[in-house]
DNA sequence: ATATTAAATGATAATAATTCTTAAATAAGA
DNA sequence: TCTTATTTAAGAATTATTATCATTTAATAT
């Protein structure tokens, strides 16, 4: 899924190579379900169980300052954070608080295509963002899980 | 701007008229900033300094859950509200962290017609939302104002 | 390999947004 | 007006996030 180990985005992007970043790198590209900073903490202390709290927080903030990942809005109040940084959509679901990736090349065409001839006066474009609201219909024999802790409520 | 008065919206909606009720739909209708909620609560309390924070956000919920105004997304760890329920889109700056609306119908219809041609397989799709992040080059004379107070950080 | 040093981490405290609890107030209907 | 279910106010509690600072460590030079 993706080309570089994360070893070498670190080096590529001038940080320090610590086992927490790899840590924290690998762990997120090997989630589809959007983390929170909370279930990526859990998951990484399944391996290695003395990670602080905070060390997550401010190597995800790094992260995202140097656009290794992206993080992601979610209806709630908890940030939640995504590996992939080409361009895709969103599919939102309230039952569940999911959010899934939801890749379509043409979508991104048409949208990006539009916007290349009407400008929106006094505004630069830099990103397009589609967030997909409904539900998921098929209660199928997927692989989806679901992986955030509860909280807050 | 809105059709009916915030006290035919509340009886319609199965609502006790209450003033706290009247001065949050009144407050968020009023403005086009997409305030959280420590915004409209300061806005309030210029005229009616007694109301709760507690009470603030208990509202916002009920009308939420009523359908009377929707959750809008931030960045950040800051829940806005918007009054607007029809469909539109808005703009994102990384800038003032404002957020501003964007109508477009032809955009609407184009995407509404993707859709209805494109069917996401296993997926019920109820809403569109669309986030156009960017920056405004205009540093005209506009009125716009960023009302939110500062927090976090 | 060792020393040097700037940067990163861990532990914990501090903030800030949100939710909960409960007694008092009040809107709506009889 | 009386009754009652609903709503509000106040403050405490919870939770996500950020800040502080002493300790550790990765990278680099010796
Ligand atoms: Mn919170
Ligand atoms: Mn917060
Ligand atoms: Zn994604
Ligand atoms: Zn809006």
Do not use: C, W
Not at 16 to 26: F, Y
């Amino acid at each position: 899924m993706f080309e570089e180990d994360a070893r070498n985005t670190l080096i590529k992007h001038g940080l320090k190579v610590t086992p927490q970043r790899l840590a924290v790198l690998e762990t997120l590209r090997s989630m589809n379900t959007h983390p929170s900073t909370d279930t990526i903490t859990g998951v990484i202390r399944e391996k290695y169980p003395h990670i602080a709290t905070g060390t997550v927080y401010k190597i995800l903030e790094t992260f995202v300052e140097k656009g290794m990942i992206k993080r992601v809005t979610s209806d709630r109040d908890i940030m939640r954070f995504d590996a992939r940084t080409e361009p895709h959509h969103h599919l939102y679901t309230a039952q569940s608080g999911q959010i899934t990736d939801y890749f379509d090349d043409e979508l991104t065409r048409m949208l990006e295509d539009y916007f290349r001839k009407k400008q929106i006066p006094g505004f630069h474009l830099e990103e397009i963002r589609l967030q997909l609201v409904g539900n998921f219909t098929d209660t199928g024999t997927d692989d989806e899980q679901g992986h955030d802790s509860r909280h807050h409520k």
